[in-house]
């Protein structure tokens, strides 16, 4: 097990540090669940007490009453068993969740039959996807999917085949980059509507982190927290108007995209997750109302070269659909998921993720 480095900060996607900051500076702190889940399975857990240690090194959870709660280390789960819950002030664990999930997925994928990550593959696939897509921004968003001691290798790979920026600073500075670039997480949206209620939370959010974050970072807007991708992007380009640079899509792939279609066969064209016809409402009913400049970034799935092509291809033939993707995806891995769940005891949580009880947990921190 790698001794864990003395700050869990340059590993950490650059959204989750601007979180904070934001939630400090406007006086938010409430008790949230998290919860965490894998896709795959069936499979066996690994991390889990490595993670623990994160938590024990990085947070005051323990000293604060909170806690964590998981499935042993060779425990058997089922896809979207909850294998994690952690309770807590969310400042204790907002900046965790990119180490703690990349542990967890990195030992799990490798305790399942995957290997660890092949940089030359990387740089393969990151090229693949930058010959499809020679004007767009591309950002390497994977530092929750692998382990944090080989994020330097994977981001160097991702830049030097062609990707624009990468999510933690580590991962940069080992590029020949600044620092991380991310901007709003679903954990921020989802506390914010814990103060203000689902209506109006994207655009709160928003506008506080307009407030509270250094004038040189784009504001990008995530908008699908609540399924109403289309609804909350003209709500938040209504408060921003010309300082919003963008709006990010990352609909859930258990959702249908708001304006998007149900499946009828066109595999990414329709169906659940971020669709081109989701992607094309939320594009239409920008410029309907007047707001062009605002750009759109799409993330969830663009690791799959298929997924890339139709997009690339729907723009050929439908005009401007994005600006920029955030791509995680850029190896074979067992992905970990972390979601707010709860928030002072309530249920609240993006749309398609809800809290689920196991007996099975056990406390680890």
């Known amino acids: 097990m790698p001794t864990l480095p003395e700050s869990h900060l340059p ?5 989750f540090i601007r979180s904070r900051i934001v939630l400090e500076r406007e006086g938010m702190n409430p008790w949230v669940t998290v919860q965490v889940f894998f896709r795959n399975g069936p499979g066996v857990i690994q991390g889990v007490e490595e993670a623990a240690e994160v938590f024990r090194a990085y947070s005051p959870l323990a ?4 806690r964590v709660l998981a499935l042993p280390d060779g425990g058997v789960f089922k896809p979207l068993e909850p294998v994690m819950h952690i309770e807590g002030p969310v400042l204790d664990v907002i900046e965790l969740e990119t180490m703690y999930l990349g542990i967890l997925a990195s030992r799990t994928s490798v305790a ?6 092949d940089p030359a ?3 393969a696939r990151a090229g693949a996807i930058r010959r499809m897509l020679p004007a767009k921004h591309l950002m390497y968003f994977g530092a929750r999917h692998w382990h944090w001691s080989m994020e330097e290798a994977i981001c160097e790979a991702a830049i030097r085949a062609g990707f624009d920026s990468c999510a933690t600073d580590a991962g940069a500075r080992a590029a020949g980059l600044a620092a991380g ?3 709003i997480p679903h954990a921020l949206v989802v506390v914010f509507a814990s103060f203000v209620g689902p209506a109006h939370a994207t655009r709160e959010a928003a506008l506080a982190f307009d407030r509270d974050i250094e004038a040189g970072c784009p504001r990008i807007a995530l908008v699908d927290t609540f399924n109403r991708e289309m609804d909350d992007a003209l709500d938040t380009a209504r408060a921003l108007g010309s300082r919003l640079w963008g709006v990010r899509l990352d609909t859930a792939g258990e959702l249908v995209g708001q304006g998007g279609a149900a499946f009828d066969g066109r595999a990414f064209a329709t169906g659940p997750g971020v669709s081109v016809t989701g992607t094309a409402a939320v594009r239409r009913a920008l410029d309907e109302a007047g707001f062009e400049h605002v750009n759109i970034v799409l993330s969830s799935g663009f690791g799959d070269l298929d997924k890339v092509a139709a997009f690339a291809e729907a723009e050929r033939r439908q005009g401007r659909l994005f600006e920029a993707l955030g791509i995680g995806g850029l190896f074979d891995a067992w992905h970990a998921t972390a979601d707010i769940v709860r928030v002072q005891g309530r249920p609240l949580a993006k749309a398609g993720r809800a809290y689920h009880g196991s007996p099975r947990l056990l406390r680890i921190v």
Request: zero cysteines.
């Open 11 to 15: 590993y950490t996607d650059k959204y």
């Open 63 to 66: 000293a604060h009453e909170g």
């Open 112 to 117: 399942n039959g995957l290997p660890s990550p």
């Open 121 to 123: 593959a990387v740089a």
């Open 181 to 183: 670039v991310g901007t």
